[in-house]
């Protein structure tokens, strides 16, 4: 039989051969480390795309390999990839000023082992919740994503700014994981089981919904409130401008698109298996759905996550802390498909999130250079870079056009797609948000190309990017521009990728 769950053991294997390296060769070489973790990721990833098609179960139905899980391991695989890319270049730079004055950092070469390894580490998990279906390995995958997402954030012990971060980090995702407990503890004891879609089968049961509707809509909430944590969705969103504030540059990349894609993996794994295919007949006589019936919640989440991201990303010179504000406007978009509950929401989702990680990715390697030369990230710290790095500011602007939703870029069409899935759904008010705060987006974005290009910096001294950086740069330029002029191909791929797996053939006539 096929091993299923070779992309996982590679990941897990290629953590334990960074640790172990960076404890025996950290005098040797101490960026071969890193090197170790990008090879067991590329290795990972092929793993992952060979399993296309598969459709099949393991241990006792608790490890599954779909559309869904094919989609988001591949996708959380290539920001691990582009993450490790840009974290080489943190190894042995130079640590930041008393006070964090310089917010891209720089990790000691001794600990380049256990910087890789918490990268790997945080990833398994990611895939971890991609792959689950049984609720138990759900929340295993979310405990390592996020207890190695602590340790990440906080890896500068000598930063106040890192440690701080951290202690917030950690408060306040021990109080999200509680609550997706709590929500967990309600489902498995309403259901009397954890498999994830023996769940949804119970759920679907007659006279279920009739005795007990109420608790599993107040299960279906504390579920979703931990995973909207996750991907930083309002109301649930204020960790994260001091989170991407303090942490090294590599894990904010990492916060902001890997870590958010695994969000959205357990959003979609527990929407479209416990819940989104449940029918009932209603006290009206008529059949009633639980993912019509919770649209309404998702879509005030949705709707106020763009608008306050936009609002508050408007008020800040902090450029990490724009993507911070910015992060909340764009998972209020990717909430959209859930809420408009249109056929091709999935697809939507997917190619969303494949546009929002390029164009972050190459967006944050600008950033980390940018920072460590001006040591500062505030918005003048990108005063003059047309002149001391041109070719760097046009692909800054580049990544935040596709990032603001101008056409020709990947993320218009990505914004497109979820424009018109919103319209299919009758949520009017949805596709009009999407409208208004692509518009304002325009201006918190513009105003960093602006320092860029309009404004002279203190000098003019060229900025040398170094190898690493420039690679995530031009893989991620490379991905928007095939995205904004091959756009159907692309859609018709991750459409294809679902399709192969027989996702939706599995639950004919449920949704």
Excluded: C
């Amino acid at each position: 039989m096929t091993m299923i769950w070779l992309p996982e053991a590679i990941v897990l294997a290629g953590a334990l051969a960074s640790l172990a390296f960076g404890v025996l060769g950290r005098r040797s070489s101490p960026r071969a480390a890193m090197d170790l973790a990008l090879v067991f990721t590329l290795a990972a990833l092929l793993a992952t795309a060979a399993l296309a098609g598969t459709v099949v179960e393991a241990f006792a139905g608790a490890f599954r390999i779909d559309g869904v899980t094919l989609s988001f391991q591949l996708l959380l695989l290539v920001g691990t990839a582009l993450t490790l890319l840009l974290a080489r270049e943190d190894v042995g730079a130079p640590a930041p000023a008393t006070g964090g004055a310089a917010p891209s950092g720089g990790v000691p070469a001794e600990h380049a082992g256990e910087y890789a390894g918490l990268l790997l580490l945080a990833a398994l998990g990611g895939m971890l919740i991609a792959a689950a279906a049984d609720l138990l390995l759900l929340f295993l995958g979310f405990e390592l994503l996020s207890i190695a997402g602590y340790a990440l954030v906080g890896f500068r012990k000598e930063d106040p700014l890192s440690t701080q971060a951290a202690v917030k980090y950690v408060l306040t995702g021990a109080t999200a994981t509680g609550v997706f407990v709590f929500g967990l503890s309600y489902l498995i004891g309403l259901t009397g089981t954890t498999d994830v879609y023996a769940a949804g089968e119970v759920i679907a049961s007659p006279g279920f919904m009739e005795r007990y509707g109420r608790l599993i809509f107040l299960a279906f909430l504390f579920l979703f409130i931990g995973a909207a944590y996750k991907i930083a969705a309002f109301p649930f969103h204020l960790w994260a401008p001091d989170v991407y504030r303090g942490a090294p540059t590599p894990v904010t990349m990492f916060l902001a698109v890997v870590s958010k894609a695994a969000g959205l993996a357990l959003i979609v794994r527990l929407y479209l298996g416990a819940f989104a295919w449940t029918h009932w007949v209603g006290a009206s006589g008529l059949r009633e759905s639980f993912l019509l019936k919770s649209g309404p919640v998702v879509a005030l989440v949705s709707g106020f996550s763009m608008v306050l991201g936009s609002v508050l990303a408007l008020r800040t010179r902090d450029v990490k802390r724009l993507f911070a504000y910015a992060g909340i406007a764009h998972a209020g978009y990717l909430l959209v498909p859930l809420a408009a509950a249109n056929p091709s929401m999935l697809d939507q989702i997917v190619f969303y999130l494949l546009a929002y990680l390029l164009a972050s990715a190459g967006a944050f390697a600008v950033l980390r250079r940018v920072t460590e030369e001006s040591g500062t990230s505030d918005l003048k710290a990108f005063a003059g870079l047309y002149h001391r790095a041109p070719w760097s500011a046009w692909a800054l602007l580049l990544f935040f056009l596709s990032l603001a939703g101008i056409p020709l870029t990947m993320g218009f069409f990505g914004k497109w797609y979820l424009l018109v899935g919103a319209a299919w759904g009758g949520h009017g008010l949805l596709a009009t948000l999407i409208v208004v705060t692509s518009v304002m987006s325009y201006a918190y974005y513009f105003a960093v190309l602006k320092q860029a290009f309009l404004r002279p910096g203190s000098t003019e001294r060229p900025i040398r990017f170094r190898g690493a950086e420039v690679a995530v740069v031009l893989i991620a330029a490379a991905g928007v521009l095939l995205g904004g002029l091959l756009p159907g191909e692309v859609l018709r791929t991750i459409a294809q990728a679902f399709d192969a797996a027989h996702f939706f053939g599995l639950y004919d006539g449920r949704l």
